[in-house]
């Protein structure tokens, strides 16, 4: 079965610090593809980065890049010098080639301290 | 290009009541997905339509959900009749192609409704 898995609920973080969150994720399927998404309080979901199973190098979109450990089956999201506006929830996704669906995770509650 | 577009924003009504919900998804994109969020949890599918052919409501309660997307452009989510239970958060997605490996979902603001 597929399976996402946070395994932090919640994190404080000091504004410009760098933030780490965990997740791992579990599949046969040897193509899928893992994403992260962003949930400010307003509500809306807003796509991060993207990361594929077979890509040679971690994906980076601006401060957010993606430390992909395939063997470990981790695609922790990296936020570079964080702001206040990044305050949200984060929620890791997965889809494999065999499943379109989104399978999510439980999101971690990203909180920066200024 | 304009995003996502849901109404209504927010949606308070009484139960045993009907409810509907209506989503333009991005221009060109072909597949279209209703996700129901509750708190503290991530979105959960309801239907996914490619074009207007639903291929994907394993997950909706029939029994009072329904959903259209007649021109294969924008589509509605009804509840009739809503339960206290209903309450949440009511996404709409869409992507280029069928949701995958690499065509990410953008979504709409969501339509927060409130059950009493």
């Known amino acids: 079965a597929q399976k996402i898995t946070q395994t932090q609920p919640g994190m404080f973080v000091q504004e410009k610090e760098a933030v780490t969150l965990d997740c791992t994720y579990d599949t046969s399927d040897p193509s899928y593809g893992l994403f992260w998404y962003k949930q400010p309080s307003s509500g809306e979901m807003i796509f991060l980065i993207y990361?594929?199973?077979?890509d040679q190098q971690n994906a980076t979109e601006g401060r957010y890049s993606l430390n992909f450990q395939k063997a470990r089956k981790s695609a922790n999201l990296v936020i570079s010098a964080s702001q206040l506006g990044d305050s949200a929830m984060y929620f890791c996704?997965?889809?494999?080639?065999?499943?379109?669906?989104?399978?999510w995770g439980a999101g971690t509650k990203l909180i920066i301290k200024p | 290009e304009a995003g996502v577009v849901q109404s209504p924003r927010y949606k308070i009504i009484e139960k045993k009541q009907p409810v509907a919900f209506w989503c333009n998804p991005i221009s060109g994109h072909n597949t279209l997905y209703w996700y129901r969020q509750n708190l503290g949890q991530g979105p959960e599918l309801l239907i996914r339509y490619e074009n207007e052919e639903a291929v994907d409501d394993s997950q909706l309660p029939k029994d009072r959900f329904s959903a259209e997307r007649l021109k294969g452009v924008d589509s509605t989510l009804k509840i009739q009749p809503a339960e206290l239970g209903d309450s949440a958060v009511y996404l709409c997605?869409?992507?280029?192609?069928?949701?995958?490996?690499?065509?990410?979902?953008?979504f709409g603001n969501g339509t927060r409704l409130t059950v009493t």
């Open positions: 990361q594929g199973s077979y």
């Open positions: 997605a869409s992507s280029l192609v069928r949701g995958g490996n690499n065509s990410p979902l953008h």
């Open positions: 996704a997965m889809s494999a080639d065999s499943n379109y669906q989104l399978i």
